[in-house]
């Protein structure tokens, strides 16, 4: 018998990035924060946080539950509920310097 539970919820994740120029992922939930350099997003299976230079959002699909970034990808991290709070806090400083 299989222990794992499928994310029932009508939206598969996929992250497809091309070249470290764009990238396609599916399954979002919510956009949170974005700029040049970061964005911040939550999708079906947890909260991402991509880093790059020069990132600009092409399309959001709320509906479709899709984004598209281009710009340069440096980074792609998934983080845990810890790491969400320590990038919420650092956004929040970001905005009182």
Do not use: C, P, W
Not at 45 to 57: A, N, W
Not at 65 to 91: A, H, Q
Request: charged share 30%.
């Amino acid at each position: 018998m299989d222990n794992t539970k499928a994310v029932d919820n009508g939206l598969n994740h996929a992250v497809q990035i091309s070249d470290r120029k764009s990238v396609l992922i599916t399954g979002v939930k919510r956009l949170d924060n974005f700029d040049d350099k970061e964005f911040f997003l939550e999708s079906v299976m947890g909260h991402i946080l991509i880093k790059g230079e020069g990132l600009e959002l092409i399309k959001l699909d709320t509906f479709q539950g899709t984004l598209s970034i281009k710009g340069r990808v440096n980074s792609l991290n998934y983080l845990e509920s810890k790491d969400k709070k320590s990038f919420k806090e650092g956004m929040i400083s970001k905005l009182f310097k």
